[in-house]
């Protein structure tokens, strides 16, 4: 129905940057809010950023000034990008889209398979 791949993932020195992207495909009728979530081994799932359909954001305070997400409408793709990394930042990065596909009238939640972001020296 709705098939989110995420990439940009990768090993990173303290300071680098990264930026994740993830593209939503299938028999969709229509987006709304997407974000970034991470979770770290033994910790819960914690939000990191957000966008909705208008293109308003919200950031975890701990990534405020260093990430932006954006989104692309046109290719229904969300990205994250990240800078001044930390090694606090570290963890497995899943894509969230909130949309609708079609045949469906409620609005449902989808997640990417995740990708990894290791900072460290």
């Known amino acids: 129905q709705v098939h989110l791949v995420e990439s940009g993932g990768d090993l990173v020195q303290p300071g680098g940057s990264l930026r994740l992207s993830c593209a939503a495909s299938?028999?969709?009728?229509?987006?709304?809010?997407m974000g970034w979530y991470r979770q770290a081994p033994g910790k819960q799932r914690e939000l990191v950023a957000t966008?909705?359909?208008?293109?308003?954001?919200n950031y975890q305070d701990s990534v405020k000034g260093r990430f932006t997400i954006s989104r692309d409408n046109a290719k229904n793709t969300v990205y994250l990008q990240m800078n001044s990394l930390k090694p606090e930042d570290t963890a497995v990065y899943y894509c969230?889209?909130?949309?609708?596909?079609?045949?469906?009238?409620?609005?449902?939640?989808?997640w990417g398979q995740g990708t990894q972001v290791t900072v460290s020296s």
């Open positions: 969230k889209v909130v949309g609708r596909v079609g045949g469906i009238l409620l609005e449902r939640v989808y």
């Open positions: 299938g028999s969709i009728f229509s987006i709304n809010a």
């Open positions: 966008i909705n359909s208008g293109g308003s954001t």
